[in-house]
């Protein structure tokens, strides 16, 4: 099938895989006349692929998963496995840095209402 084809039934824009060939995650045969071709299976392997850009995992970790799925061993598995985790945990990290940031936000808009109170309180007297 061609790109157009895929792309409508992946449910994905040409460009993305148009990106996804440029970043190694999927691979085409050209024509003679240099358009892309894909396989049937090609449908399945891209909504995978989108399914791991959906966890918030860059095209650098899905090329380094994707063994896993192309050559299934115990020892991709667990490289796998061990690469996933460190992307939970770098998420959760992340997690924690946004929070501590709303925390301090927090703290801004708090001592802004008080500071509002005070400029509201002083236009009322007289």
């Known amino acids: 099938m061609r790109i157009g084809e895929l792309a409508a039934r992946a449910g994905v824009s040409v460009r993305s895989l148009r990106y996804y060939e440029q970043q190694g995650l999927l691979t085409s045969t050209r024509s003679a006349g240099g358009q892309r071709h894909y396989t049937d ?19 650098r970790t899905i090329a380094e998963l994707l063994p896993c799925v192309e050559s299934p061993s115990e020892g991709n598995s667990d490289a796998a496995f061990e690469r996933m985790q460190q992307e939970r945990d770098r998420l959760t990290r992340h997690i924690a840095d946004l929070i501590d940031t709303r925390e301090s936000l927090d703290g801004l808009l708090a001592a802004n ?12 007297r007289p």
């Open 41 to 59: 299976g090609e449908v399945e392997r891209v909504a995978f692929i989108q399914r791991l850009f959906d966890a918030g995992l860059s095209s």
């Open 113 to 124: 209402r008080a500071h509002r109170e005070t400029l509201r309180a002083a236009a009322v």
